[in-house]
Every structure is written in C-alpha cells, then in structure tokens.
C-alpha cells in the first residue's frame, strides 16, 4: 500500500484538530477551514515550498484560535447565567432547608411530642405523614422553578412549556397553602377544650400560607405575559 | 489571508483561526454577510463561502477611519508625525 501524501496527512490532522472548536462554530466554519487549509497546501507546493514549517505554524495558530472560542464560550455562558444564578442559589437553600427540616426536625419534634404526650401518640404521626406528603407538591414547584430559570437561559422563556411550568407551581402552591389551612383548622378542633396554645405552629402555618399566595400571586401574572407574548408571537407568523 | 500579507509587506501573517475567528465577529456584528458572488469560478468548491461587506459594515469602517485620520491629525499638529 502506497504512504499517504503529506498534504493528505496534514490535511486528516487539521479535521481532527478543527474538532476541538465549539459546536456550533466548528458546524460553521469548519469545511471552509479545512478548504484554506488545503488550498494553502496545494499553492505551497506549487510555488515548490515545504509543507511541515507552514503545517506546524498553522496548527499553532488555529490552536490557539480555539483556545480562544472555548473560553469565549464558556464567559458567555457564566455572563448568562449570571443573571439566574442568584435565582438559582435561593431555590437550593429552600430545598436544603426543606430537606433538614423533614430529615432531622421532624422526626426530633415527634419524638418529644410522643414523649410528652405518650397517650395521643396518633397525632403528630399523622402531621409527619401530612408533611411527608406535602414535600412532594414542595419540591415539585422547586423543580419546576428550575426549568423556568434553564428556559430563561436558554432564550426559550415566552415558551409553552414556561407556561406549563409556572401553571404547575401555582397549582403546588394553592395545594400547600390549602393544606396548612385544613392543618390549621385541624389544630384549632383538636386542641380545643385541652388548654394547648396552638399560637406558634399557627402563626407558622399563616405565615407559609402567606408565602404560598404571594407564589401563586406571581406565577399567575407571570403565566399571564408569557401566554400573551406567546399568542403574540403566533399572530406575527405569516 | 495572502492580502493581508501582501498589503502589510509582510509583516502580518493571518492563518486560518484568526481569519475564520474575525470573520466569525464581524458577521455577529452584521458588518459582513456571505454573497453568492463566485469570484474565482475555476477555484470553485461547494464548501468555498463568499463575504461581503455590509453597509452597515461600509459605515462602521469609514466611521474608524476617520477616528484614525482624527489621531493623525492631532500627532501632526503636536508634531509627532
């Protein structure tokens, strides 16, 4: 089998380093890339000059050309998500918070209310099924929150999915509030004639349900302009 | 790539990463947009792309060229040039 030319060779070695560009650029300008360089090659030899100084010299500068794209790149994406990564942040403490408080605080607040009231042991077993349940709506709206911020970044935010998405955390939102109001009215009717102070779990409880309008406040207006730049955006289509 | 060079006598010698990098910038910017103008026909290749300035490209460029005559006129007036 007869070698390959060297034109061959340094033209296989420059497709494979042009894959090391960003995607999208290496989609765009690699087959033009790969031409230039081969059509420097082919005047090169023409003119009777070597092929490896101009080849090495050229490898060199397209690597760092590439370099330079990737870094591009990768500030672009930090500069873009910069603006949700706040965002971003909050959703994680709240899920952090939410699972340290079933994880540790729940079953240690059980445990002394069991301990201290060893006959109506029901109780606060069926408040940690009830909070147990009520992380599921929970870290439904924090997910979803979530693929609203990764819409927002990837310039897909006026999208039917956004909207689904912010539909879904309103409805998370209504179910909680709605529980810890029957929670609430739970406590009132159970510790009625039993002298309890149910003051601090209900001021707790008004305080989320408070929490829980506010979200379902926004994600209503917020689904509102997305489904009307939505609808706006159909009507413009020819 | 071989303008360049020629223009600059040699001086400045553009490979294909900074060529195709530029040309990446400037038709973000919409200072260039590729033509269907075949300049060279018997060079001719599916994969060969044609540039050609914009006006907005047009506009851009006399704008920075007068920036230069602006700082050339300044270096002669101090008596740099």
Redesign the interface.
């Known amino acids: 089998m007869l070698s390959r030319q060297p034109q061959e060779k340094y033209r296989a070695c420059y497709a494979k380093l042009l894959r090391l560009y960003p995607k999208a650029y290496r989609d765009r300008f690699a087959p033009e890339m790969d031409q230039t360089f081969n059509d420097l090659c082919r005047e090169r030899i023409k003119s009777g000059e070597g092929l490896l100084v101009f080849a090495f010299a050229t490898f060199i500068e397209t690597s760092a050309a590439i370099l330079r794209e990737n870094s591009d790149l990768i500030l672009h994406n930090i500069m873009n998500r910069s603006s949700t990564l706040f965002l971003r942040l909050v959703i994680s403490l709240m899920a952090i918070a939410a699972l340290l408080i079933c994880g540790l605080g729940v079953p240690r607040m059980v445990a002394d209310e069991v301990s201290r009231h060893p006959n109506g042991a029901g109780v606060p077993y069926a408040v940690m099924a009830c909070a147990y349940i009520l992380c599921i709506p929970f870290f439904t709206a924090l997910y979803q929150a979530f693929r609203v911020l990764n819409f927002i970044d990837r310039d897909k935010t006026f999208s039917h999915a956004t909207a689904v998405s912010l539909r879904r955390i309103r409805f998370c939102a209504l179910v909680i509030g709605a529980s810890f109001f029957a929670g609430i009215v739970a406590l009132r009717i159970l510790s009625a004639g039993t002298g309890e102070d149910g003051a601090g779990p209900t001021a707790i409880a008004i305080l989320i349900m408070f929490f829980c309008l506010i979200v379902t406040a926004v994600s209503t207006v917020l689904e509102k302009q997305v489904q009307k730049a939505i609808d706006l955006k159909s009507e413009s289509l020819p | 790539?071989k303008q360049v060079e020629s223009d600059s006598q040699g001086k400045v010698k553009m490979?294909?990463?900074?060529?195709?990098?530029s040309?990446?910038r400037m038709l973000e910017a919409g200072l260039i947009g590729e033509t269907d103008k075949k300049i060279d026909p018997d060079?001719d290749?599916e994969?060969?792309?044609y540039y050609q300035i914009t006006t907005l490209g047009k506009k851009t460029l006399a704008a920075e060229l007068d920036r230069y005559r602006e700082v050339v006129a300044i270096a002669k007036k101090r008596q740099f040039a």
């Open positions: 790539m490979g294909p990463g900074t060529l195709y990098g040309i990446g060079l290749d994969r060969r792309i």
